[in-house]
């Protein structure tokens, strides 16, 4: 038995905020540490007013990486099969370190 549960990155486009919260819950019942963006963009955007700077994207984004780093691996929550720029970028960065990648919608 290990040390410490499995700690799992879920990374993808913020616009599918319930399906990373659903993949969230599912992993945290499943005894997993869960990192997962803090701030959903696209969620926020639909906000009267509120948005980000490109600042604090570019700050959010690096801060993602961190969390891969930390993961035991990776899973990439795309219905419908989509991987915007920065979840390609994510996907790049985890591969490169060595971290399991699936998707919760292989096709």
Same mark, same amino acid.
């Given at each position: 038995?290990?040390?410490?549960? $499995?700690?799992?990155?879920?990374?993808?486009?913020?616009?599918?905020?319930?399906?990373?919260? &659903?993949?969230?819950? $599912?992993?945290?019942?499943?005894?997993?540490? %869960?990192?997962?963006?803090?701030?959903?963009?696209?969620?926020? $955007?639909?906000?009267?007013?509120?948005?980000?700077?490109?600042?604090?994207?570019?700050?959010?984004?690096?801060?993602? /990486?961190?969390?891969?780093? /930390?993961?035991?691996?990776? /899973? %990439?929550?795309?219905?419908?099969?989509?991987?915007? $720029?920065?979840?390609?970028?994510?996907?790049?960065? &985890?591969? &490169?370190?060595?971290?399991? %990648?699936?998707?919760?919608?292989?096709?």
């Amino acid at each position: 038995m290990p040390d410490r549960p $499995e700690i799992v990155c879920i990374c993808g486009s913020t616009r599918f905020v319930d399906e990373m919260s &659903a993949a969230n819950r $599912e992993l945290t019942f499943a005894g997993a540490i %869960v990192l997962a963006p803090g701030v959903f963009v696209h969620a926020e $955007e639909r906000d009267a007013g509120r948005s980000i700077t490109d600042e604090q994207k570019t700050a959010l984004d690096a801060l993602h /990486l961190r969390k891969i780093d /930390l993961a035991d691996r990776v /899973l %990439v929550v795309n219905p419908g099969g989509y991987i915007g $720029e920065s979840t390609s970028r994510e996907i790049a960065h &985890a591969r &490169a370190t060595g971290k399991p %990648v699936s998707f919760t919608d292989p096709g």
